[in-house]
């Protein structure tokens, strides 16, 4: 009984489990997704809460599933550089509207963070809790590098950035239009500055010109909120 | 032609890990604080425009990965659990914060970028 026990903790430990739980789930989700679309069937939260409660019912530890959880999460790291690819394909429209582009999408991304970190910090949020706040507007891959750099938490930034772009997606074009934003090229970039890549899925559906513009904000996003991150920790004392 | 295509898809990744590398090894050496995988995204972003990579050569393999990003990002969303207490704790805190923030990038990016937008068209 008790080998049998050793062999199953050895299995749930290895790469493989992690793995091929999370291809298999993240499959399932995203054919959850295909059938009732909707910000709030995103895959990312579904198959994350499939996986969370299937290692809740088996009485697996996290650190065991990730050991083959991290085979999957490495490749963040390259899809973050092949972003260049997407931002390259749009590199004359930054330059025809370098001003617009830049001001505007580092005034957001700025306002992001300090009201994120703001309003948490006044709520009696603690240090590690407000630095995983601060980069949680920006794509994932960049976002979760930013946390482990100011010394906020990696899976708890990831947990905000995907919430944050389903908010952006359910409410945003509305709310850009309550307050009279209505130039398309303004709402693209508002949306993807505000809420990457689950806002600009959204932002896609609302137009082309939007869609492309809030892609566009979405990359220029993430590289200025790296810039602006740890000046913001060090400007207020957030350490 | 399907050995060609899988030979494209590979040297695109030996491109984009090696620009990885290289933003790494300089956040590493300089000890800047900045990711060494958006250092490495500015290299290949600059080495694209000034065509010293061609685009072709790295299409398949960006594809591939940017079309899977969610799934590369499950394991560290799951993560999340360890960190449930915290999250429980401050439930309020985190919801609010994230409405207003969210709210708060929106608008500003979308005000300003239309004045602007405006005031450039005059």
Redesign the interface.
């Known amino acids: 009984m008790t080998d049998d026990l050793g062999a199953l903790t050895e299995i749930v430990s290895s790469k493989t489990f992690?793995a091929a739980v999370?291809?298999s789930?993240?499959l399932l989700a995203q054919r959850l997704h295909r059938r009732y679309p909707s910000p709030i069937t995103?895959?990312?939260?579904i198959?994350?809460l499939g996986?969370?409660l299937l290692?809740?019912v088996l009485g697996i530890e996290?650190s065991r599933?990730?050991h083959g959880?991290?085979l999957?999460?490495?490749?963040?790291?390259?899809?973050?550089?092949?972003?260049?690819?997407?931002?390259?394909?749009r590199?004359e429209e930054v330059r025809r509207?370098v001003?617009?582009?830049l001001?505007?999408?580092g005034?957001?991304?700025a306002?992001?963070?300090?009201?994120?970190?703001g309003?948490?910090r006044l709520?009696?949020?603690?240090p590690?809790?407000v630095l995983s706040?601060i980069p949680?507007?920006v794509?994932?891959?960049?976002a979760?590098?930013?946390s482990a750099?100011?010394g906020g938490?990696?899976?708890?930034t990831?947990?905000?950035v995907?919430?944050?772009g389903i908010?952006?997606a359910v409410f945003?074009p509305e709310?850009?239009r309550a307050?009279g934003?209505?130039?398309e090229?303004?709402?693209g970039?508002?949306?993807g500055?505000?809420?990457h890549?689950i806002g600009t899925g959204r932002a896609l559906k609302e137009g082309e010109t939007i869609g492309a513009y809030s892609g566009l904000?979405m990359?220029l996003a993430?590289?200025i909120t790296?810039?602006l991150a740890?000046l913001a920790v060090i400007v207020f004392g957030w350490f | 032609m399907e050995g060609r295509s899988w030979q494209v898809n590979m040297r695109g990744l030996a491109i984009i890990l090696v620009f990885q590398l290289a933003g790494e090894v300089i956040v590493t050496l300089t000890g800047i604080p900045f990711p060494g995988r958006v250092l490495g995204l500015i290299l290949l972003w600059l080495s694209l425009s000034k065509g010293w990579v061609a685009a072709e050569s790295i299409e398949a393999a960006a594809n591939f990965l940017l079309q899977n990003l969610t799934l590369f990002f499950t394991p560290i969303v799951v993560g999340a659990v360890v960190y449930r207490e915290v999250l429980t704790a401050h439930w309020f805190a985190i919801s609010l914060g994230l409405l207003l923030s969210t709210a708060a990038g929106l608008v500003v990016t979308g005000k300003i970028a239309q004045r602007l937008e405006k005031v450039g068209s005059k």
């Open positions: 992690g999370t291809v789930v993240f995103h895959p990312l939260l198959s994350s996986i969370i290692l809740e996290y599933y990730n959880g991290e999957i999460s490495f490749l963040l790291g390259p899809a973050t550089v092949a972003l260049a690819l997407p931002l390259y394909r590199t509207r001003v617009v582009i001001t505007s999408v005034a957001g991304a306002a992001a963070m300090v009201v994120a970190a309003v948490v709520l009696g949020g603690g590690r809790l706040m949680k507007s794509t994932t891959p960049i979760v590098e930013i750099i100011i938490e990696g899976a708890l990831g947990v905000f995907v919430l944050t908010l952006g945003g709310l850009l307050c934003i209505k130039d090229k303004a709402m970039l508002a949306l500055t505000a809420s890549g904000a990359g993430g590289v790296a810039i740890p």
